[in-house]
């Protein structure tokens, strides 16, 4: 046998030279690729992990939405976490599974590019180094896999982390899984050295961006959970070394979470085919941006892809090939201020989805307000419901908003709570009212599991339910801007009294709101709509109990008086009021009586523009057309309490 055969490293170094690849040794002696960026200095490519199931479990299905996606991104190539060959890795380089799970599987055009691969557990437990041999690139030239190694692709640097070998649990208790551990020699020293030259790699790189590539999660919420090992041995280096992003299987399914300290997105993506766990580990939620749940009724979450440039866009896809969300990465802002039980996050970013509701065809739009709800039925929450199914059916509504505090007196406990129906579905039943509901969050509503609300399984439960942190809805004569003002409130931070609340997802609470308020005022600057309409759960001005929100005054009101606000509709105080800006044309409207009210207080300290207060029950109409729009308020009997038109040119009291 000639000498380079028996070294596998001359042999993969020659044999890649023949193939055209570009390998050479970094001093962290690393194994390093080059793959060459787009010609305008971008890059595109697609992450999957645990997929190799000959084609079951789906494994074919999310290939061909890859395919799809790949063609219309135009990939450079395809990335795996690991976890390729199921359940026990390749047998041999002669092991059919290798076609069966990846030639004949990933058949698309546009996947017909590098595969970049590391080996998970799973792959371990076979002939692990079958994978590695340069021979099945005879068979696949797109296939590379190495249990460590380096790839320069211009505009970003990838590091390719062996991580399986850092569990301690495969070698305490393997249960009865063998695992293929030769190539490794003495485990504490491979480890050792394994770290020292990512750190290395890391210290030495000029790349615009540094992206560590793993099979197990550095942070996880899903079945497995953190990983432990990685925790405290890999991610101080990533968090001293300016990584980017650590991405990784393992667990199977989608997820974004951010690092609490440092700019770190954690993303995994291990749903290449056999998925639907149900279980998700709660030790550890604090930031964790979105989980592609487990659940089949809500998403089959699977694959990941980016695109680098000066900024960062990435998107997760269903099997369906549905983008299920999308992020870009801001500039980091600094987070100072400490949250009460949470840690802070140095970045943060609020994605303001749009959505759009049809006008009527003549160009008018009606809908109902209500806030302040969630009860059940009781404190008059069914009488006021009635009402409004009455009046919904009268003025043929377009849909309804509420103004947050949907469920008292904690918000929902999870998507599973009875609390939903009880306190929603089974309380507005009236025909007229089974349109669209569009909703904010409230305090109350932050004090339960918030992200419950959030979740699009509540829509398979009620298909009328939709809530958003921040948002935006164009309904053609008017656009309306919901502001989540929870987060911009002092005292929840700095006094929540015996109440916990739900801040994860807001994260750095100062870059939180630096961000919303941005992005805010560039859509309100943007918008061309006739009606300018923002809808949050706390009053900018209000005479009752609560009384206007400084917070709001000073960070919020200046944006809507600058940019022609019409409305700024809200809830948080249970009553029905009005009050005209006296700077401005715009008009403060609390529509937060749902239920429980009565409360007997009002504040005498700022009264001016006062032109309605009612401190019972109800709820409040819009009408709009181009020219005019008619406002009212009605009281737990559906009697009229305060109606007025509003015109463009003047104001009109009826």
Known sequence: MPAFLRNPMAFFSLFMISLGLCLVLTSADLPRLEHHGNGDGTLNFLVVGDWGRRGLFNQSEVALQMGRTGKKLDINFVISTGDNFYDDGLTSVSDNAFKESFTKIYTAKSLQK???????????????????????????????????????????????????????????DPEDHTYDWKGLGNR????????????????????????????????????????????????????????????????????????????????TSGGGSKAWRGDVHGLNRHDTDKMARISSSVTRGILWKSRLLS???????????LCLTSFKDHPP????????????????????????????????????????????????????????GRIGEKLDINFVIS???????????????????????????????????????????????????????????????LCLRSFLLNAEVAEFFFVDTTPMIDKYFTNPKHHIYDW??????????AKLLKDVKLALMES????????????????????????????????????????????????????????????????????????????????????????GQG??????????AKIGFYDVFGASLHEWIISKQFYTNM
């Open 114 to 172: 590098q595969w970049y691969s590391v080996l998970g557990n799973h792959d371990y437990r076979g002939n692990v180094e079958a994978q590695l041999n340069p021979v099945l690139r005879k068979i696949d030239s797109r296939w590379l896999c190495l249990r460590s190694f380096l790839l320069n692709a211009e505009v970003a640097e990838f590091f390719f982390v062996d991580t399986t070998p850092m569990v301690d649990m495969y070698f305490t």
């Open 188 to 267: 504490k020293r491979y480890i050792a050295k394994l770290l020292k030259d990512v750190e290395l790699a890391l210290k030495e790189s000029t790349a615009k961006w540094k992206i560590v590539v793993g099979h197990h999660a550095i942070r996880s919420i899903a079945h497995h959970g953190d990983t432990i090992e990685l925790v405290n041995q890999l991610l101080p280096i990533l968090q001293a070394n300016n990584v980017d992003f650590y991405m990784n299987g393992h667990d199977h399914c989608l997820q974004h979470i951010s690092d609490n300290v440092s700019n770190i997105q954690f993303l």
């Open 311 to 321: 900024i960062n866009q990435s998107s997760f896809y269903s099997l369906r090939g």
């Open 333 to 388: 802002v600094t987070c100072e201020e400490k949250i009460p039980g949470r840690i802070p996050k140095v970045s943060s970013s609020v994605e303001v989805q749009r959505f759009k509701h049809p006008a009527n065809n003549d160009g008018t739009l009606s809908f109902l307000v209500v806030g302040d709800w969630g009860r059940r039925g009781l404190y008059n929450q069914s009488e006021v419901a009635l009402q409004m």
């Open 403 to 465: 103004t947050g505090d949907n469920f008292y007196d904690n918000g929902l406990t999870g998507v599973k709570d009875p609390a939903f129906e009880e306190s929603f579905t089974k309380i507005y039943t009236a025909k007229s009212l089974q349109k669209q509901w569009y909703s904010v969050l409230g305090n109350h509503d932050y004090r339960g599991n918030a992200e419950a609300q959030l979740d699009p399984i509540l829509r398979k439960i009620d298909s009328r339910w």
């Open 504 to 513: 994860k997802g807001v994260g750095c609470r100062k870059g939180y709101i």
């Open 528 to 615: 061309t709509a006739k009606w300018k309409i923002v809808v949050g759960h706390h009053a900018i001005r209000s005479v009752g109990h609560h009384g206007d929100t400084i917070e709001l005054v000073n960070q919020l009101l200046p944006i809507l008086q600058a940019n022609n606000v019409d409305f700024y509709m809200n809830g948080h105080d249970h009553c029905l009021q009005h009050i005209g800006d006296t700077a401005s044309n715009i008009q403060f409207l609390t529509s937060g009586a749902g239920s429980k009210a009565w409360r007997g207080t009002v504040q005498g300290l700022n009264q001016e523009g006062t032109q309605f207060f009612y401190n």
């Open 619 to 628: 709820f409040m109409s819009v009408q709009l057309s181009p020219n005019d």
